[in-house]
């Protein structure tokens, strides 16, 4: 069973696409445009070189305390050499069977579950007796292989987040990516490299995460590329290919990838407990169609069975790693994986009769999940807890379960070369040549062009011009950690200092740096002065120096957003809007009516409703406001009419309304309704005073600021991505690049509307329940799914020849406007509205796209090739494929729409 729509295919008449590089503008263009915004740390200024620490590599503990490479190979002793699993002449499969007929149930069992005290590092037992070490098998490699650094210039590639590389809807890049990483992987893996907690990198990756964002609130959606199935399949498909093929015939296989969290795992907060009530339609529409591709379309090793537990109907709530529907029969019997390697999330067997009480016992959850086909265990029971022992004696595991299990893992083993001599392996050569290469380096710069997101241009504001002024201010200004998604790399920058991972930031390029460096090249000036923290309260100094630097320049670049202080895995957000200090801060701003340039960082969506009206979204009139009376604030300190201030005055302290706060500028002395919190400036540098209480009415004086002018989606750009904020704000050569929104941006009253933990997709009139993503949402989105705009203009005209098997669509895509440009080309169909009564049809699905590189001018073509009926059949309430009678349209956004019969 599966969904329509994954089999689409795409032929583009750009070689581009085909084959890198993927750019317009050439290695060398992108290249420098990367190091001449890579900053020092010490000046601060933009840099041409990266930052170094320290050249001896000796002195870095990875190399240090690395193992050679031999010794983490099976098979390497005269004697073992000399066993038929070790005979290179005998088939993989003939190899493992002589291996587990050797093993005792114990040496077993211990090459299934994790040793030692990191639990979800999961390092198994190895078996000294037949010289097979042990072996690391948690490598995260979602955005970057989760490693510490080689030395200075050697940390592992980070890519921008999966939301930006969604963005992208880029195939060919998906899979280069995935190919760095591999590679990347395999170097660390021959060198000995190490997670920050002192475990080996082995050569599992576990990734990508293809769950669909379902909930905006949701903590980890920056893990996730997109809420729609098909483009998370596509993900998924490329980024396997990558991450596992090594185009040597002999040695196939480049590393092992795991697809997670298997699956519809969607909800953070009391993770270890929640059950998700779903249908079998949403599975089989939602939750599944990426997960088959993956395996199906892109050969994944393996998944990862989630901490979520999936009630089905009526069906008794069942964890994902005790679900043998789940495992067994659609993994391996419906899907055809019957070598499919899965390996359970850290303590999710554990949480079986810790948490949701699924079973009562350890003994219990051990059997029930290595029954139901998880294969490995990160956490206790099937090892440390001797939980699987007891069961197996028991009979509650039969020795045939165990092995088929163990062979399984094993099998995969043998692929990846374990069990070979290394020096025939190609793959075992790979060194630090092949880690953050200046090719890796151009490679990021192109998927943070490509991802960047342009929601809003008002009035031509970008691209921004020559000789100009730009203030940079928010609370993005200056970040560095909080550009970086989740499951990047364990250190991306090699110090300092050196040792402390989690704070080493000097190769984090700002966004800052970034625009001030495009601003110093195209003729102008640049001050970067962030005015706000990403969550707090407001310091009016602060405030006042950055509204100093915006009264100062010709235009504005107001960063804004959250970081994983505020989303983070364990942790849902409660609300998507953003912080309150961080809305009075762009009230500001935006009341000066200056240009500007909003830039949000993110890996949920943000609900920016107040900041799009601008400060007119206020309560008393669309004007700005003066006082009445003297304010008294808390140091008791009169201002009279005389003097001029500015303030920032909340006036929703109950926070009753959809926005948390409103807020006003005030040209003169001013009082406020009773318990506003204000924060008063006067022009006189002398008198600035802290947060007071006022009381009083405001009187309207003259019009308030617009919203911004220009909006840019940039999701978490992480180590390099910010360096294409600046060239493509600047429009320089070769970075018109946009991508398109792979999500829905709801409204803020959305998250009132449904609890995170509702996980039906459908909209419900009768209830008002609004529904999840663009296919049911029934609301007004702030920004839909598939929204991007460009700084060139594009007409898109297709012709279409329809079989009674195929609709093939020859697609012109034309650049009319004044520089080059690309242009992402999405293919919808519309199905028929459902009849009075029946649950709704999706509103419209996706069912390709592609992307394509048009100089100003000129055209070039792409076919869409949609199969018919099966890129046209929806979901039934069975969970079956169901073809729907009526008019189906097929649509090509920003471009024509055809319509067939069924």
Request: a negative charge; proline letters at 6%; aromatic letters at 8%.
């Amino acid at each position: 069973m599966g969904i329509a729509g994954i089999g689409c295919v795409l032929v583009v008449v750009v070689t581009w696409l085909g084959a890198l590089p993927l750019s317009a503008v050439d290695a060398s263009d992108a290249s420098d445009a990367y190091v001449s915004v890579t900053q020092s740390r010490a000046s601060g200024r933009p840099s041409r070189t990266h930052v170094s620490v320290d050249g001896d590599l000796s002195r870095h503990p990875l190399t240090s305390n690395g193992p050679p490479v031999s010794s983490v190979y099976a098979c390497t002793s005269t004697s073992s050499k000399a066993l038929p699993f070790c005979n290179p002449a005998l088939s993989m499969p003939a190899r493992v069977e002589d291996l587990l007929q050797r093993l005792t149930t114990d040496e077993k069992v211990s090459l299934l579950g994790a040793h030692g005290g990191d639990l979800c590092a999961f390092e198994d037992g190895g078996v000294p007796r037949l010289d097979i070490p042990s072996y690391t098998w948690c490598t995260e490699t979602n955005t970057g292989v989760s490693t510490v650094c080689l030395g200075p210039g050697k940390c592992a590639t980070t890519f921008p987040s999966p939301g930006a590389l969604a963005s992208t809807f880029n195939r060919t890049l998906w899979r280069a990516k995935a190919t760095v990483q591999s590679t990347e992987q395999r170097a660390f893996f021959n060198l000995g490299g190490r997670r920050r907690g002192g475990s080996l990198i082995g050569l599992n990756g576990w990734g990508p995460n293809i769950n669909v964002v379902r909930d905006p609130r949701y903590g980890r959606n920056s893990e996730l590329p997109s809420e729609d199935p098909m483009l998370n399949g596509a993900y998924a498909v490329e980024d396997v290919k990558g991450m596992q093929v090594s185009g040597d015939d002999k040695w196939p296989l480049k590393i092992h990838a795991t697809l997670k969290h298997y699956t519809a795992y969607s909800v953070e907060t009391n993770r270890f407990g929640v059950t998700l009530n779903t249908s079998l339609h949403d599975l089989f529409e939602s939750f599944l169609p990426q997960y088959e591709a993956g395996f199906v379309d892109g050969g994944a090793g393996g998944a990862m069975c989630s901490y979520a537990s999936l009630a089905v109907g009526e069906n008794k709530s069942t964890p994902s790693c005790a679900n043998d529907f789940l495992l067994n029969h659609m993994v391996r019997d419906v899907w055809g994986q019957s070598d499919a390697l899965i390996v359970s999330d850290c303590l999710a067997v554990a949480s079986e009769y810790q948490h949701n009480h699924y079973v009562e016992t350890c003994d219990e959850a051990a059997a029930v999940s290595i029954n139901a086909g998880c294969d490995l265990n990160t956490g206790a029971p099937y090892f440390q807890g001797g939980c699987l022992n007891n069961s197996l004696n028991a009979g509650n595991v039969t020795q045939t379960t165990l092995d088929t299990a163990l062979g399984r893992s094993l099998l995969w083993k043998f692929r990846l070369g374990l069990f070979d001599n290394p020096k025939g392996q190609p793959l075992a050569s790979l060194g630090q040549e092949s880690v953050n290469t200046t090719a890796a380096q151009t490679l990021v710069l192109q998927a943070a062009a490509q991802g960047l997101v342009l929601l809003q241009n008002n009035n031509g504001t970008l691209p921004l011009g020559h000789g100009i002024k730009v203030a940079v201010v928010g609370s993005h200004a200056n970040a560095t950690r909080s550009l970086l998604s989740d499951y990047y790399g364990d250190e991306v920058c090699f110090g300092p200092p050196v040792g402390d991972p989690k704070t080493a930031d000097g190769c984090i390029v700002t966004i800052g740096a970034s625009i001030s460096a495009a601003a110093e090249r195209n003729g102008g000036w640049a001050r970067v002065v962030p005015g706000v923290a990403v969550d707090g309260s407001l310091d009016p100094t602060a405030v006042a120096a950055a509204m100093a630097a915006v009264a100062w320049a010709d235009v504005v670049v107001l960063t804004a957003g959250i970081n994983h202080g505020i989303e983070h895995e364990g942790a849902d957000r409660s609300t998507t809007l953003l912080p309150p200090a961080q809305v009075a801060f762009a009230m500001q701003v935006l009341a000066t009516k200056k240009p500007t340039v909003l830039i949000l960082v993110n890996g949920g969506a943000l609900s920016i409703d107040s900041i799009l009206a601008g400060p007119s979204a206020n309560n008393c009139s669309d004007d700005q406001f003066e006082l009445d009376t003297d304010f008294h604030n808390q140091d008791n300190q009169t201002y009279t009419h005389a003097d001029s201030l500015s303030a920032c005055c909340s006036l929703c302290a109950t926070r009753s309304e959809p926005t948390p706060c409103k807020f006003f500028t005030f040209t003169a002395n001013t009082t406020m309704p009773d318990g506003s919190n204000c924060y008063m400036k006067s022009t006189d540098a002398n008198r600035v005073k802290s947060a007071g209480k006022v009381s009083g009415r405001c009187h309207k004086t003259g019009s308030a600021g617009p919203g911004p002018s220009a909006i840019v989606e940039a999701f978490y750009p992480n180590q390099a991505g910010a360096a294409a904020i600046g060239p493509s704000l600047f429009a320089e050569h070769g970075f018109n690049r946009w991508g398109k929104l792979p999500i829905t941006i709801y409204p803020a009253a959305y998250s009132s509307q449904l609890t995170i933990e509702q996980a039906a997709m459908r909209s419900d009139a009768a209830t008002g329940y609004p529904g999840r993503t663009f296919k049911y949402y029934v609301g007004e989105p702030l920004f839909p799914f598939g929204a991007g705009l460009s700084l060139t203009t594009f007409n898109i005209s297709c012709v279409d020849h329809q079989t009674t098997s195929t609709v093939t669509l020859d697609c012109t895509v034309r650049n009319t406007g004044p520089r080059n440009g690309d242009e992402v080309v999405l293919v919808f169909h519309e199905p028929p509205t459902a009849p009075p009564g029946s649950p709704p049809n999706p509103i419209r699905r996706l069912i390709d796209f592609g992307r394509v590189t048009v100089a100003s001018g000129a055209m070039v073509s792409a076919t869409f090739d949609v199969s018919i009926p099966k890129d046209l059949l929806l979901v039934g309430e069975d969970g079956n494929p169901r073809q729907v009678p009526g008019t189906h349209t097929i649509t090509v956004q920003n471009g024509p729409s055809f319509t067939v019969q069924q």
